[in-house]
């Protein structure tokens, strides 16, 4: 997909808040609301953008921690235990990735007992031969807003 500077500010500004609506948009760049909408449309067709959404503070909803859990797989298995961890509501990220382990798993808990059920859930899924759990102290940045 080639985009030009005007794709890159649209996305910068829809970052920063997707709420604008086409006409604000058009406004602070300068072009049309019709040009602004057939842009954001074509952006949108190509999946350059996704969707919209809103980010949230999770330990204000009560998710405390944040783990790190790294999972190690008998070979041949791992798109069917990502496939099943995606599906839990508390994990934020599933990762195919390189070094001793298979795959990387970021996810929400709101104590240390949900954590300690999810990680006991998980060496019982087949084919998971060894889980390593980090648990996060502080968090420096967690944004996934960038262009």
Known sequence: MKMDEKDTHILKLLLAD???????LSLRMGLSTVTMISRIKRLEEQ????????????????YELTAVIEITT????MLEIE????????VIAVYDITGNADILV????????????????LSTVPNVENTVTHIVLNTIKEDERFI
Do not use: M, P, T, W
Not at 47 to 62: A, F, T
């Open 18 to 24: 997707s709420r604008q609506s086409a006409r604000k």
């Open 83 to 90: 496939n099943h961890i995606a599906q839990q509501e508390n």
């Open 74 to 77: 008998n070979q041949g298995k």
């Open 106 to 121: 970021i996810a929400k808990f709101k104590d240390r007992k949900s954590l300690s059920i999810f990680v006991k859930k």
């Open 47 to 62: 999946k350059v953008i996704q969707g919209y959404s809103v980010r949230l503070d999770h330990e204000l909803l009560g």
